[in-house]
């Protein structure tokens, strides 16, 4: 096999491999964007329900303390 037909080979298999490459990342995006998303509104969640069960602690904790005086 001459050297540049081994050159051509070379880069034709890395085409194709890029190729292959960018079809999978092509056919994975949306599936990573929505498992994101999920995420995103998983941690929106959490964090009201976070922020709501404080100021439910510091609002009893008030009304307790504001009784005592």
Same mark, same amino acid.
């Given at each position: 096999?001459?050297?540049? =037909?081994?050159?051509?080979? !070379?880069?034709?298999?890395?085409?194709?491999? !890029?190729?292959?490459?960018?079809?999978? /990342?092509? #056919? /994975?995006?949306?599936?990573?964007?929505?498992?994101?998303?999920?995420?995103?509104?998983?941690?929106? #969640? =959490?964090?009201? #329900? =976070? /922020?709501?069960?404080?100021?439910?602690?510091?609002?009893?904790?008030?009304? #307790?303390?504001?009784?005592?005086?």
């Amino acid at each position: 096999m001459s050297t540049q =037909t081994q050159s051509n080979n !070379v880069y034709s298999m890395y085409k194709q491999n !890029v190729q292959k490459y960018f079809e999978n /990342i092509s #056919k /994975i995006t949306p599936q990573y964007f929505q498992a994101m998303t999920q995420l995103q509104e998983e941690c929106m #969640k =959490t964090c009201e #329900k =976070t /922020i709501n069960a404080s100021v439910s602690v510091q609002q009893e904790f008030a009304k #307790k303390n504001w009784n005592c005086f």
